[in-house]
């Protein structure tokens, strides 16, 4: 994502999971982002990989009684 002012956003992964009771779980995975609090700099890639993201979103404890 990038803004016109501070913070900028590195790459990052999005997950959404929309419940059948309407609830809503949302995971986003960063590499950080550079502004003028920033702890350092971006990371090379996001700490997750897009597997390792998407498994606990379909995990069936998750999924189950909806």
Not at 33 to 57: E, H, I, V, W
Request: aromatic share 4%; hydrophobic share 35%.
């Amino acid at each position: 994502m990038n803004y016109d002012g501070t913070p900028r956003w590195g790459s990052e992964i999005v997950a959404r999971l929309t419940l059948k009771d309407g609830g809503l779980l949302a995971v986003r995975d960063s590499t950080g982002f550079t502004s003028d609090r920033s702890q350092g700099p971006l990371l090379n890639s996001t700490p997750l990989t897009r597997a390792q993201l998407r498994a606990p979103m379909l995990s069936p404890d998750l999924l189950a009684k909806q």
